[in-house]
């Protein structure tokens, strides 16, 4: 569940970059603005799910959790709406990303220009696959049947809770904030469950939750003018292209509606394939082999930067090694005055024989070295 959330901030920082890069710089800050309100608001929620669900981080063991953990799913489905920028145009109403999402759309368009257009473009398409994978991630963990019964850590909270009841153990022991009792099998086992009963976050958890909720249900409704449309609000700070800005607002009806057209088509594409009918996914999968293993690898992207950078990287670094601080500077530096100092050693070794005659030789020679020096 985090893996979702955190390749989704690439995807959010994108319409970052492609706002500054159509000169929209007050439109890519207040993205980056609106966005750490729901971004951190899903991260946060996905843990409160994570420590219900017994540390378990796979959605595929999930389903079933929004009348468990009611106010997590409260939150997170704000800060789903948010990052699909779910609103209502006439009213100019709507959650964060409404106001700043597709502010940065309708900028783009209205540069005039082919990589503005392209940007538009590849946007809109982004977010459709932002509103897809947002609902999927929702419908997974808090819709259909739960399939707790196959996670290893639900089987391991349930094992580790046999035999404890509030009769029998009022003193229940804690761990890492799970109460053992909640993991003893229900009367009323039902299938999926493995008789696990998933709850509520604490108040620690769940207070930042509702902080973090208002910023992404009000911060974009509230900031936009000042962000977007308010030179002086910037006191100079970035370059302010009032002329782009006032075009922003006159661009064409269905490009100000296309981001919320496109978010609906994805929550049903991700209604029909998880609620709907559950099993397209792996039907999917079996009929676009390639294509789906293509995008199950993330694009080959991280085998293609081991192969361009790490392990290239990785031989020029044993080549330096080997050269430079082996060949070079070890034996000509420590490892070198190491071999002097012992062959040394061995000379001196070989002149302290033990005999008397030896010593008198050098002396002998010593002394005629010191007479030559004095009268030559």
């Not at 569940?1 to 994108?14: D, H």
């Not at 008397?356 to 030789?361: D, E, G, I, K, N």
Request: with cysteine; glycine share 10%.
């Amino acid at each position: 569940i985090k893996r979702v959330i955190a390749y989704s901030t690439c995807s959010q920082l994108g319409y970052m970059f492609f706002a500054a890069g159509v000169g929209a710089y007050g439109a890519a800050m207040f993205h980056l603005f609106t966005h750490a309100f729901f971004k951190a608001l899903l991260f946060l929620g996905a843990g409160s799910v994570i420590h219900a669900m017994h540390h378990e981080q796979d959605m595929r063991y999930y389903g079933a959790l929004r009348k468990e953990i009611p106010f997590t799913f409260w939150a997170m489905l704000a800060g789903t709406l948010a990052i699909t920028g779910v609103g209502v145009y006439w009213l100019g109403a709507g959650f964060a990303g409404f106001h700043s999402k597709d502010a940065i759309l309708e900028v783009a368009f209205a540069r005039g220009t082919e990589l503005g257009g392209f940007a538009f473009w590849m946007g809109t398409f982004a977010a459709l696959l932002t509103s897809f994978y947002s609902w999927r991630l929702m419908f997974l963990t808090f819709w259909g049947k739960p399939r707790w019964a196959d996670s290893e850590h639900i089987q391991h909270a349930v094992h580790a809770g046999h035999g404890d009841s509030d009769d029998h153990n009022p003193a229940v022991q804690e761990d890492a904030g799970h109460d053992a009792r909640h993991a003893v099998p229900s009367p009323n086992y039902a299938a999926g469950t493995a008789g696990y009963h998933p709850h509520e976050s604490p108040l620690s958890m769940l207070v930042p939750l509702a902080v973090l909720t208002l910023g992404a249900i009000f911060a974009g409704w509230v900031f936009s003018h000042a962000f977007l449309d308010d030179a002086g609000f910037w006191q100079g700070s970035i370059f302010y292209n009032a002329a782009l800005i006032h075009e922003m607002h006159e661009v064409p009806l269905l490009v100000k509606l296309a981001a919320s057209i496109v978010m609906l088509i994805g929550l049903a594409i991700a209604w029909l394939a998880y609620i709907k009918d559950t099993s397209i996914p792996a039907k999917a999968a079996q009929q676009l082999g390639p294509v789906y293993r293509f995008f199950y690898n993330k694009w080959y992207f991280d085998e293609l930067y081991n192969a361009l950078f790490v392990k290239p990287a990785f031989w020029f670094g044993r080549q330096f090694w080997k050269i430079g601080d082996v060949g070079t500077i070890d034996r000509f530096g420590p490892d070198g005055a190491a071999w002097v100092v012992q062959r040394g050693s061995v000379l001196a070794k070989r002149a302290q024989n033990g005999l008397v005659y030896s010593y008198a030789l050098v002396m002998l020679l010593g002394l005629i070295a010191a007479i030559t020096w004095v009268l030559f």
